[in-house]
């Protein structure tokens, strides 16, 4: 029995491990998914991403599809220099020489055939006996071995096909030169203890057993793809095929990166490991999501954006004494820079005072009560509370109605050549109205501009996110914006319909509460003095901020 560790990452790297070959099916099985599909430029992106992630194989598409993914497949073939280029293809001549064609260029290539086995397939599907199964994957696995450098043999549905005749196709097809026999799962039906038995069963009776790779493609329709991957890798498969944010047909196939963090994170119980750098994890996952516009559910493994959060007083209150109580990894493990520690209604005293002391404020046990109690009644009404909402707080002002700056006017325009304008006016508490206007990029460069010239602060601004609050065509979208000013980084949110509005909103209480907090440090100074003398900030100074987003 495995003994329980103090540290959680005491397991990560312990032991000797084999290795697993990740077999990455994202740009053939995920793409084709319907709201999946990605262009040629598309794929090419990605499939840099999953060379550099570390992949040992890649499934880069089906070249008989049509001319578009022979390209795609070809091209990207070219490229790979570590990974294995892989083309799909049915047990039939035109499918196989396709393949080969497309692979032409690459420096080590697979194709991947694929043959139905069971009787449910055999009948209805294929209309073959047993016999002609198994004539045919041998003809096509020959054929295969003449233009690749390797060829890997799928029973399709073989989780369905009687073990005996799986194991005389396996045999067959082994014999012909296959080297990889792929068991798949493939409309999701097994259990663990299952999948795990069948592996154990076809590793000690097929001939060729010990001399090849046996891989394991397991769907998700009964939301236990990872969880069969993981039982056939204990039973001694020794690849496995899934997808980054385990997308493919109907509910998706196993996902990669919770098949890698699970054997990275138990290494001990499971003795394998891969060749995945997975601190780029979720950079691969958030690529994915922008090239086909298909963003991952919050709660997802790993790569969610509540995979590294947390709310609840209880939890938090843990994760500042020691983060293992909560945290079996870091989030630095898959790519993500921190763990948040969200503020809500869920939310206790010690998460807040930790945020209000990164904020510049210490309250003593009495100004606390009063802040917590302020911060409860807010927190019913809000589904997440911001920074300028604890400031408020934190000097006793009304959350609603924030300032010194308001915002009264604004108006923008976009040129033809890409550049923009936009202008605004702008109120302050004491009474003073301003505007001003200037050019950017783009809409959001120029108003963000104009505030700046408008209020007399200056931001280097290191982050700008637009995400949708709300679905349908008026859907509100949240603008995130963070900035640099003095020695801090600075957060703020704006939420409109108008996504220029909801920037101008964002940058408008960053602006707020660098005033306010020079008020109060400094009272003697005029608020107009705060930050003047540097640069006018530039949305093209960082990566993150060139792009605007659009919910």
């Not at 001990?268 to 516009?293: C, H, M, N, V």
């Not at 700056?405 to 109205?433: F, I, P, Y």
């Not at 020695?487 to 209480?509: M, Y």
Request: with cysteine; aromatic share 4%.
């Amino acid at each position: 029995m495995e003994t329980q560790q103090n540290d959680p990452q005491s397991e990560i790297g312990d032991v000797a491990a084999e290795h697993v070959r990740i077999f990455d099916t994202t740009l053939r099985d995920g793409e084709q998914t319907p709201g999946f599909s990605m262009d040629r430029r598309a794929k090419l992106r990605m499939a840099q991403m999953l060379e550099a992630l570390g992949v040992d194989v890649l499934e880069a598409g089906f070249p008989q599809a049509s001319p578009d993914d022979f390209a795609a497949v070809a091209q990207i073939a070219g490229m790979l220099t570590q990974t294995t280029a892989c083309a799909l293809a049915r047990c039939v001549p035109g499918d196989i020489d396709s393949a080969g064609r497309a692979l032409e260029s690459a420096r080590r290539s697979r194709i991947h055939v694929f043959l139905s086995t069971s009787p449910l397939h055999r009948e209805h599907k294929l209309n073959m006996s047993k016999q002609q199964v198994l004539d045919t994957a041998v003809t096509a696995v020959e054929r295969a071995m003449q233009l690749a450098h390797e060829v890997e043999f799928s029973a399709e549905d073989a989780m369905r096909t009687e073990p005996e005749f799986l194991v005389e196709v396996f045999d067959a097809a082994a014999a012909a030169g296959a080297t990889t026999l792929n068991a798949p799962d493939t409309v999701g039906y097994m259990t663990p203890t299952e999948i795990a038995e069948r592996f154990a069963w076809l590793i000690a009776n097929v001939k060729r057993g010990q001399h090849v790779v046996f891989s394991s493609h397991c769907h998700n329709d009964l939301g236990l793809g990872v969880a069969n991957s993981l039982a056939a890798v204990s039973a001694g498969a020794r690849q496995v095929e899934c997808t980054i944010n385990g997308i493919g047909e109907r509910a998706g196939n196993a996902a990669l990166e919770e098949i890698v963090m699970a054997m990275k994170v138990r290494g001990t119980w499971f003795g394998t490991d891969t060749r995945i750098d997975t601190r780029k994890l979720y950079p691969a996952s958030r690529l994915l999501s922008e090239l086909t516009g298909q963003n991952v559910q919050r709660n997802k493994a790993i790569v969610g954006a509540n995979a590294f959060a947390h709310e609840s007083g209880i939890h938090q209150h843990g994760m500042l004494k020691h983060r293992g109580t909560y945290e079996i990894m870091r989030p630095q493990d898959v790519g993500i820079a921190e763990t948040k520690l969200v503020l809500g209604k869920h939310s206790g005293r010690a998460a807040l005072r930790q945020r209000l002391q990164v904020l510049g404020h210490d309250p003593d046990e009495a100004a606390m009560d009063v802040i917590f109690a302020r911060f409860k009644t807010l927190a019913d009404k809000k589904r997440e509370i911001h920074d300028e909402d604890l400031e408020a707080i934190a000097l006793g002002q009304d959350p609603e109605a924030l300032g010194p700056w308001r915002l009264v006017q604004l108006s923008s325009n976009t040129h033809l050549g890409g550049s923009a304008s936009a202008s605004v006016k702008l109120r302050h508490d004491d009474g003073r109205e301003t505007g001003e206007a200037a050019i950017g990029d783009g809409p959001v460069d120029a108003v963000l501009r104009a505030i700046e010239r408008a209020t007399g602060n200056t931001l280097d601004v290191t982050e700008f996110q637009v995400r949708a609050v709300s679905a349908g065509g008026d859907a509100q979208g949240q603008a995130q914006l963070t900035a640099r000013h003095g020695e801090r980084d600075w957060r703020g949110h704006g939420v409109s319909t108008d996504i220029v509005e909801a920037a101008a909103q964002a940058a408008l209480a960053i602006v707020n509460r660098i005033e306010r907090q020079a008020a109060q440090s400094r009272p003697e100074e005029s608020i107009e003095e705060c930050g003047h003398g540097r640069p006018p900030f530039d949305l093209r100074a960082n990566g993150s901020a060139q792009k605007e987003n659009h919910p």
